[in-house]
Each structure stands twice: as structure tokens, then as C-alpha cells.
């Protein structure tokens, strides 16, 4: 079993970073690929994925994101983070980690185990 926790959300303005942070507990963190997802204001607006890391510290990013978000890990910690730069008021949402042992598609969030409870950033123009 594995638990997650979001943090670093909050309200900043377009243009600014922020750093999200994702805590596991357990010790097999390490061999789970991670993920962030985002789910945007409205019941219809569907989560995706915006960043993936595997446990080999591969990644992804959806194209919306590329060049400004970087996604890490630090398994010693039990940590993954999402660095978020440039952010836009379209980068408003609530943002959920998750992670799967059996990852083969960042994308494929049933292939996800475990999710956290979702840290809201809100972007103002």
C-alpha cells in the first residue's frame, strides 16, 4: 500500500513558478512509475496527464507543457516533484499524483494504483 501526498499548490500569477511535491509512503516508492494529472474547473473537464516518470527516470510531457514543466524524483525521499515555469491561467487546476507498478502508458491513468488528494493551482492573468 502506498500513500500519496500532494503539496506546493497555491495562487500565483501568469508567468510565476511553482513547485509541486509528492510524498509517498512505503519503501518500494522507487519502483513505481509516477505521475501528475490535472483536472481543470468543470465536472466535464476529463484528468490528464501532464507528466510521467518511470522508475528508470524516464519521462513524459504532454505537449502543452513541454519546455516549461520538469518532472523529478528523488527516491531516497520518497519524493517526486513536478517545477512548474511560465505558468498560464490554462494551467488552472487541481493536480494529483499517482503511481502504478505496472505503468505501460503514462497516459492510461487505470494503470495507476495509487493517487494522492489533489493540491489546487490557480493562475491569474
Known amino acids: 500500500q502506498v500513500q500519496l501526498v500532494e503539496s506546493g499548490g497555491g495562487l500565483v500569477q501568469a508567468g510565476d513558478s511553482l513547485r509541486l511535491s509528492c510524498a509517498a509512503s512505503?519503501?518500494?516508492?522507487?519502483?513505481?512509475?509516477v505521475g501528475w494529472f490535472r483536472q481543470g474547473p468543470g465536472k466535464e473537464r476529463e484528468r490528464e496527464l501532464v507528466?510521467?516518470?518511470?522508475?528508470?527516470?524516464?519521462?513524459y510531457y504532454a505537449d502543452s507543457v513541454k519546455g516549461r514543466f520538469t518532472i523529478s524524483r528523488d527516491n531516497d525521499e520518497n519524493t517526486a516533484y513536478l517545477q512548474m515555469n511560465s505558468l498560464t491561467p490554462e494551467d488552472t487546476a487541481v493536480y494529483f499524483c499517482?503511481?502504478?507498478?505496472?505503468?505501460?502508458?503514462?497516459?492510461?491513468?487505470?494503470?495507476?494504483?495509487?493517487w494522492g488528494q489533489g493540491t489546487q493551482v490557480t493562475v491569474s492573468s
Open positions: 512505503g519503501h518500494t516508492f522507487r519502483q513505481y512509475t
Open positions: 507528466a510521467g516518470i518511470s522508475s528508470g527516470a524516464g519521462t
Open positions: 499517482a503511481a502504478g507498478s505496472a505503468v505501460t502508458y503514462f497516459t492510461r491513468r487505470d494503470q495507476y494504483d495509487y
